[in-house]
Nanobody, 126 residues
Framework: QVELKESGGGSAQAGGSLRLSCTAS????????LGWFRQRPGEEREFVAV????????HYADSVKGRFIISREHAKNTIFLQMNNLKPEDTAVYYC???????????????????WGQGTQITVSS
């Protein structure tokens, strides 16, 4: 069983920054590909970013490329999502999830993710 716990949600003004964290537990030693999705009210959950076990491979959605940075701290099996130059359209619930695949052609597909966190709300005001 894999457990994922997000933290760092909150509010910001447009143009501001926030950082999310996600800590994974359940396997020893935990070595997961981990990613972020987000979901706006009434919309489908959409891919944001993913990082490989080693941290050497990352993929981003076009909508966040150049503004968001995904990284990881191996010792704590934690990943981060640094969100810069936030826009009102970034307002959503953000979810951390384990990725079974890291290949670019499937990294954004929700069906390749299995375990999910509970989500954390991000609100960006204009």
């Amino acid at each position: 069983q894999v457990e994922l716990k997000e933290s760092g949600g909150g509010s910001a003004q447009a143009g501001g920054s926030l950082r999310l964290s996600c800590t994974a537990s359940g396997e020893t030693p935990p070595t997961f590909n981990l990613g972020w999705f987000r979901q706006r009210p009434g919309e489908e959950r959409e891919f944001v970013a993913v990082i490989s076990r080693s941290g050497s491979i990352v993929h981003y959605a076009d909508s966040v490329k150049g503004r968001f940075i995904i990284s990881r701290e191996h010792a704590k099996n934690t990943i981060f999502l640094q969100m810069n130059n936030l826009k009102p359209e970034d307002t959503a619930v953000y979810y951390c999830a384990r990725a079974r695949e890291i290949r670019s052609e499937v990294a954004s597909k929700i069906e390749t993710y299995d375990f999910w966190g509970q989500g954390t709300q991000i609100t960006v005001s204009s």
